[in-house]
């Protein structure tokens, strides 16, 4: 089980697992993602930022009742939109408000935190 809630850290126990499944909890009121759900190797990952620091879970699984309370939250699939399936974690770092992922096919996403708020905005687009 890997549990985090730092301000800064190296996920290293999740380098080397194949993501299976990336979802986000994304909110257009806020315009940014909430919660995170990378499953990985077959154990499910939750993370989000707030107030500064990355808290981070594992088997804890998407919960549409839980996840999508506002009414206009939806889920996104990232690992569809940026063809992430199957793909090995080659990093994951969060520090300074932003988390970033690499993947064993050079993409990568950067994530920054909304300052003390919750969520976190894509900074980057991979192509």
């Given at each position: 089980?890997?549990?985090?809630?730092?301000?800064?850290?190296?996920?290293?126990?999740?380098?080397?697992?194949?993501?299976?499944?990336?979802?986000?909890?994304?909110?257009?009121?806020?315009e940014c993602y909430e919660i995170?759900?990378?499953?990985?190797?077959?154990?499910?990952?939750r993370f989000f930022v707030d107030?500064?620091?990355?808290?981070?879970?594992?088997?804890?699984?998407?919960?549409?009742?839980?996840?999508?309370?506002?009414?206009?939250?939806?889920?996104?699939?990232?690992?569809?939109?940026?063809?992430?399936?199957?793909?090995?974690?080659?990093?994951?770092?969060?520090?300074?408000?932003?988390?970033?992922?690499?993947?064993?096919?050079?993409?990568?996403?950067?994530?920054?935190?909304?300052?003390?708020?919750?969520?976190?905005?894509?900074?980057?687009?991979?192509?």
């Open positions: 089980m890997v549990t985090r809630q730092h301000d800064e850290t190296e996920l290293t126990e999740v380098l080397g697992h194949l993501c299976e499944d990336f979802v986000a909890v994304f909110s257009p009121d806020i995170f759900y990378i499953k990985l190797s077959g154990v499910f990952h107030a500064g620091l990355l808290f981070w879970a594992s088997d804890a699984a998407p919960d549409q009742d839980d996840d999508l309370s506002e009414g206009t939250d939806q889920y996104v699939n990232l690992a569809e939109r940026y063809n992430l399936s199957g793909l090995r974690i080659d990093g994951l770092r969060f520090s300074d408000f932003r988390l970033e992922l690499k993947f064993s096919n050079g993409t990568q996403l950067a994530f920054e935190g909304r300052g003390m708020d919750s969520g976190a905005w894509l900074i980057n687009t991979p192509h």
